[in-house]
């Protein structure tokens, strides 16, 4: 891997739902992640681990290849003839820059060479709490942020090199980012589901009404509630019996 000059990865930076028009915020969503966002592409040095080039904030719908091809040029004089290893979002990359790209034709090792990227995030992030939750600051600050704490990063690497407990850390908050989405697509469900059910109570006025209550217990216990009154009567029955 003597001729990659640099490795190449786009890293997420959460942020809270836009104010304004649906249109303008749907810019920042990201599909692949479910959640509204920034995007970073950083380039680190494949020999230092330190990041060489720190791309301007993008929105999180944009694609990893167009922020490569705006931010190519910034680097293009650092790579001497050199070549880009980045991953298959950036298959573009191969045909006109020569790049290393890990899928799908890549190897494993191949692979485990672009792993330098992915430390180089969970350090940062380990480092400074605020890019692993929603930025709590205007959006337009997140940029010059952003490259300081590159910048403050790459001294904290040059006097503790990157390990493999980097990696971890970031696929840990990537864990994370999934966790959230998942949770609230779990919640949007049940609403979802429970405003259908109420919406068919409502336009079939002859269906027996059934409380709040044995709904929930219904939906905890994993039983058709519709079940749950000759339940009730068995149990009433049984007593009624024993206690005469």
Same mark, same amino acid.
């Given at each position: 891997?003597?001729?990659?000059?640099?490795?190449?990865?786009?890293?997420?930076?959460?942020?809270?739902?836009?104010?304004?028009? $649906?249109?303008?915020?749907?810019?920042?969503?990201?599909?692949?992640?479910?959640?509204?966002?920034?995007?970073?592409?950083?380039?680190?040095?494949?020999?230092?681990?330190?990041?060489?080039?720190?791309?301007?904030?993008?929105?999180?719908?944009?694609?990893?290849?167009?922020?490569?091809?705006?931010?190519?040029?910034?680097?293009?004089?650092?790579?001497?003839?050199?070549?880009?290893?980045?991953?298959?979002?950036?298959?573009?990359?191969?045909?006109? *820059?020569?790049?290393?790209?890990?899928?799908?034709? !890549?190897?494993?090792?191949?692979?485990?060479?672009?792993?330098?990227?992915?430390?180089?995030?969970?350090?940062?992030?380990?480092?400074?709490?605020?890019?692993?939750?929603?930025?709590?600051?205007?959006?337009?600050?997140?940029?010059?942020?952003?490259?300081?704490?590159?910048?403050?990063?790459?001294?904290? @690497? $040059?006097?503790?090199?990157?390990?493999?407990?980097?990696?971890?850390?970031?696929?840990?908050?990537?864990?994370?980012?999934?966790? @959230?989405?998942?949770?609230?697509?779990?919640?949007?469900?049940?609403?979802?589901?429970?405003?259908?059910?109420?919406?068919?109570?409502?336009?079939?006025?002859?269906?027996?009404?059934?409380?709040?209550?044995?709904?929930? *217990?219904?939906?905890?216990? !994993?039983?058709?509630?519709?079940?749950?009154?000759?339940?009730?009567?068995?149990?009433?029955?049984?007593?009624?019996?024993?206690?005469?």
């Amino acid at each position: 891997m003597r001729d990659v000059g640099v490795v190449v990865d786009c890293t997420v930076l959460p942020i809270n739902r836009p104010a304004g028009s $649906l249109q303008f915020g749907t810019k920042f969503y990201s599909g692949k992640h479910h959640i509204y966002c920034v995007k970073a592409e950083v380039g680190v040095n494949p020999r230092t681990g330190t990041a060489s080039t720190v791309s301007s904030i993008h929105t999180g719908s944009t694609h990893d290849f167009s922020i490569f091809k705006e931010h190519f040029p910034q680097f293009k004089a650092q790579l001497g003839g050199s070549k880009v290893l980045a991953d298959s979002a950036y298959i573009g990359a191969r045909a006109d *820059l020569d790049a290393y790209i890990t899928k799908p034709v !890549g190897t494993p090792q191949l692979a485990s060479r672009r792993v330098i990227v992915e430390r180089y995030f969970g350090r940062l992030k380990t480092l400074f709490a605020v890019f692993r939750h929603n930025w709590p600051f205007q959006v337009e600050k997140i940029a010059d942020y952003f490259i300081v704490t590159c910048a403050l990063t790459n001294f904290h @690497i $040059l006097h503790n090199p990157l390990t493999g407990l980097d990696c971890e850390a970031n696929q840990r908050f990537i864990n994370e980012l999934y966790l @959230i989405t998942t949770r609230k697509t779990e919640a949007r469900r049940l609403v979802n589901d429970r405003y259908r059910a109420k919406l068919k109570n409502r336009l079939n006025p002859e269906a027996s009404p059934t409380s709040r209550i044995t709904v929930l *217990l219904a939906e905890e216990a !994993g039983v058709n509630f519709y079940f749950l009154p000759i339940l009730f009567f068995i149990t009433f029955y049984f007593f009624f019996f024993i206690f005469q």
